[in-house]
């Protein structure tokens, strides 16, 4: 495959998108073989190739953070939020995750993956390659299992790529309230060895908070992930400063994600542990946070940013990466190309993915052509897909 007249963002060097006008993409046994000005093409390259009409060439996108696999909705807490009640309160009352978790666990293989689908097809509509998908809405071990197994199924019916993650530790059920530390030790960690021993793990997160579990409760979960040679992740800091991207940080971790209320020094151990900031602003938005993360720290000390839709039946109900994009910009005061390395080259970072995120020779050909002439139309539009193809491992 040889694409030409193109606009190409590589996301690689130092210029603005690793920008490259009028250029080619040449692609073989699907991974990118060369990239550059088409007036440089290799001789051996320098057949007829694909028109592109000076279309716009980007890595395909990648969602770092979803919850795509789940029962139910949670409309009824939409409205309950318009009317006053807080994220919080909400979850007090019995709502949040654990009415998710009802659902989950009554829910059928088959229904949830049907269900997940219909939200991946979204995401693919607007050129995803990759997606993260985490478990935490059966919070035992049998229905903990039986969402990771639907999340591999995504990939087999769809072409993507997932990655899977173990979110035991997400909430508390109802039967362990008020038994925190009884629940990790007879149910979440029972069912991260179980799920790891299936093969079904990538990476193990947390959600260190005030309504879920505090950083002391969560380390012998990351402690067990680590003897078990799994990367870590953990929502930390998105409705209260729990110390939970320092904990993060201190593991390593792959992503902090939310951070809403990271400071400086989070900002400073994140950099430290090379660990990336994942930005959701649709549960900022929907929940109405009013404070955002610390971009100008994490630009300061030179964090990683991606974005994400957070998607889930709560707090971010979005399918839509090029409206996170928009978002991060508009709520968040990223660039639009802090936005497009966010969906890209930064996610693939904070998935572990070392094959793709950027166009470079030897990296995986997923690829996203547009109906736009530069890269910060993408984050620029509300509502509008302007994908014209999306290749996938140097097909279609």
């Not at 073989?28 to 060439?57: F, Y």
Request: charged share 25%; net charge negative; aromatic share 6%.
């Amino acid at each position: 495959m040889l694409l030409r007249n193109a606009t190409v963002a590589t996301m690689t060097g130092t210029a603005a998108y690793g920008l490259i006008a009028d250029a080619a993409v040449s692609v073989d046994a699907g991974t990118v073989r060369w990239v550059g000005p088409e007036s440089e093409l290799p001789a051996g390259l320098a057949e007829a190739g694909e028109d592109m009409e000076g279309r716009l060439i980007t890595p395909a996108l990648i969602d770092c953070h979803t919850h795509v696999v789940f029962g139910g909705d949670r409309a009824d807490e939409f409205e309950m939020r318009l009317e006053g009640a807080s994220y919080e309160e909400v979850a007090r009352a019995g709502g949040g995750i654990v009415s998710t978790v009802s659902a989950t666990r009554h829910a059928t293989e088959g229904e949830l993956l049907r269900g997940a689908l219909r939200r991946v097809d979204a995401l693919i509509s607007e050129g995803m390659a990759a997606i993260e998908i985490k478990s935490g809405y059966g919070l035992d071990v049998e229905t903990e299992m039986k969402m990771l197994r639907v999340a591999r199924e995504v990939a087999v019916a769809r072409d993507i790529r997932v990655r899977t993650t173990f979110l035991g530790a997400h909430a508390v059920p109802r039967e362990y309230v008020g038994r925190n530390a009884a629940y990790i030790a007879e149910v979440c960690l029972p069912a991260l060895e179980a799920a790891a021993e299936a093969g079904l793990v990538d990476a193990v997160d947390a959600f260190c908070e005030g309504i879920a579990f505090s950083a002391d409760e969560i380390e012998p979960v990351f402690a067990r992930a680590r003897e078990l040679g799994l990367p870590v992740k953990l929502h930390a800091e998105q409705l209260s400063h729990t110390g939970g991207t320092r904990l993060a940080a201190r593991f390593g971790a792959l992503s902090a994600d939310h951070v809403e209320y990271a400071d400086e020094a989070d900002a400073a151990a994140l950099a430290r542990a090379g660990s990336v900031a994942v930005l959701l602003p649709g549960a900022f938005y929907t929940v109405r946070e009013t404070r955002a993360p610390p971009v100008a720290a994490f630009r300061t000390h030179g964090v990683a940013m991606a974005l994400a839709t957070d998607c889930n039946p709560g707090s971010s109900p979005m399918t839509s990466l090029l409206l996170a994009m928009n978002m991060g910009c508009t709520l968040f005061r990223l660039t639009p190309e802090e936005a497009l390395a966010g969906v890209t080259r930064n996610a693939a970072k904070a998935l572990g993915m070392d094959d793709c995120g950027v166009i470079a020779p030897g990296k995986r050909a997923d690829l996203a052509v547009w109906d736009v002439r530069r890269p910060a139309e993408l984050a620029y539009r509300i509502g509008f897909n302007p994908l014209h193809r999306r290749i996938f491992g140097g097909a279609g």
